[in-house]
């Protein structure tokens, strides 16, 4: 995204405001920034806003793929597996990850087995690892 066009990073705040949302601001508030490149503020820029974007549905992850430059059907294989970490981790924080069937032999939380922690984990890095291949531009 540092490399983006001008639309795109025209949603992105200043590194260093104190606002989360992009606005106009004086010529002064560079000043902040002198000795560094452009480039090195536009990724500093972008650095801060997604460490503290939540992404919450494949949908959230497909719209950051298009503003990334990236074909969304590329990654079509990773939707399924990230959906449902998407779906457990809703279940966790709006349900306590209560377990819906309760009586004998079912414990309070839902039940996760490794397979499926290390399934979510082998995807989550598959998915990154291409994104960042398939991101157009040097990151900087």
Do not use: C, Y
């Amino acid at each position: 995204m540092p490399h983006a066009d001008e639309a795109t990073l025209n949603d992105v705040p200043l590194v260093g405001t104190s606002t989360p949302r992009a606005e106009k601001f004086f010529l002064g508030r560079l000043a902040a920034h002198r000795g560094k490149r452009v480039d090195e503020v536009l990724l500093e820029s972008v650095n801060a806003v997604a460490n503290m974007m939540s992404l919450n549905s494949t949908d959230d992850v497909a719209h950051m793929l298009l503003k990334f430059g990236l074909t969304v059907n590329e990654f079509d294989p990773f939707m399924a597996p990230l959906s449902d970490m998407f779906s457990r981790r809703h279940h966790i924080v709006h349900q306590a990850d209560r377990n819906e069937n309760q009586g004998v032999g079912h414990q309070r939380a839902k039940s996760l087995s490794v397979e499926r922690v290390n399934m979510w984990i082998s995807t989550t890095e598959r998915f990154a690892t291409k994104v960042l291949q398939e991101v157009p531009g040097e990151l900087l």
